[in-house]
């Protein structure tokens, strides 16, 4: 079965960091299938920026640099790059319930591209995005 979500970013650094035993199991599945080939992985290029930012301030270690992590993960061809534009931030207006502008933007990335949100944040799901833990 081919797996297709969108991540948000405190998923995306456990699984690629190594500490995928922080996710829940149906979260680690996703990723998973995207390693195996059966899958793919949707990435808010907003949590490539959070991303750079907790390794610039110390808080993350990526092999290579930030720049070299990033162009590994994409170049797999199982991790996509999700844009943000205008739709994505209309939709966002739509999720006032979720008090974070960023959490807002990643889970409205989601309804845009009409895909499951890999997170464990209770006020998405509370927003009715469709999420995956």
Known sequence: MTEIAVTDTHA?????????????RKARRVFERADAGGGAVYVPVLSLVEVGDAAHRGLLRLGGGTLEWIKRLLASG???PAELNADVVALSEELRDIRERTDRLIAATALHL????ITRDHAIAKAGVSVIW
């Open 78 to 80: 199982r991790y996509l």
């Open 12 to 24: 995306l650094i456990w699984y690629a960091t190594g500490r995928a035993q922080r996710l829940g």
């Open 114 to 117: 009409d895909l499951p949100l």
